[in-house]
């Protein structure tokens, strides 16, 4: 069986901690855990748990710097499959260790795609057309481990792993991203960046959810409301990915001509 290992970035994670750790422990073999600084009892709590098996601690706002050496750490477990999350991350609930093996063992694909849908609250998920579009795009990765793996070393924003070659498959596993039901917790991640990208106010103030449209959360995957929804993402995704090959194309062709 393949082995499998998460890596989490985290600080202040109480809120959702406990949680985070009963959807992993079942999904995962191996959790490695860099805290950047947690004062809440975080770090206690994820130092306690049997599947954690590797703990450090560093100080500073630096995403890029913290992902490539927990990716480091990472590697050391000897992983077949990697996969990163943050702590107010968690898969729908009636996802198992199996369905990931099936994943894991097809030999044709190295990277895997899942999506992430931003909850208003504990019931609704944000419905707006711009935040469907963004759910669609499959934003959050599995990746076979290489060797050519990296994180860009970026201070903020810094985005999936990078340098994993061959054929990436989305899927229709989805993630509840619970991270902006709490203000407090916002305002807290808002300041950060705030301090960091100023000129960006206006994409902080999204992270807010004013004006949603809800959507109520449905568990049950085979539910024809939720088979409906990941269908017309799965179409939406696809009014993204024509621009994209029709650009490659022309590319290509002017770098032929030229």
Known sequence: MAKLVVMLRVKDGIFFVDEWLACFEKLVDEIV??????????????KAHPKVVDIIKKEGYKEGRD???LYERLRRRNPDWCLWL?????????????????????????????????????????GSWFRLNYSSG??????????????????????????????KMGTNFRLKHLGYIN??????????YRAIVPEKE??????????????????????????MLNTFLSLLQLTHLFPKVK???FNYLNLRKA
């Open 183 to 192: 203000k407090e917790l916002v305002d807290k991640k808002a300041e950060i």
């Open 247 to 249: 650009n490659k194309v």
């Open 33 to 46: 855990v860099l805290d950047n600084g947690s004062t809440d009892g975080t770090y206690e709590v994820l």
């Open 67 to 69: 992902k490539n050496i």
């Open 202 to 227: 206006e994409t902080l103030q999204t992270m807010y959810l004013r004006g949603e449209r809800k959507i109520e959360w449905i568990d049950d995957r085979n539910n024809i409301k939720v088979v």
């Open 138 to 167: 499959h934003d959050r990765i599995m990746w076979r481990e290489s060797p050519s793996g990296y994180f860009q070393d970026l201070i903020i924003d810094s985005p999936n792993v990078k340098g994993i070659g061959g054929l």
């Open 86 to 126: 943050d702590v107010d991350e968690l898969f729908e609930p009636q996802l198992t260790r199996q369905h990931f093996d099936k994943l894991m063992n097809n030999k044709f694909v190295n990277k895997y795609a899942f999506r992430r849908f931003h909850f208003i609250d504990r019931k609704y998920f944000a």
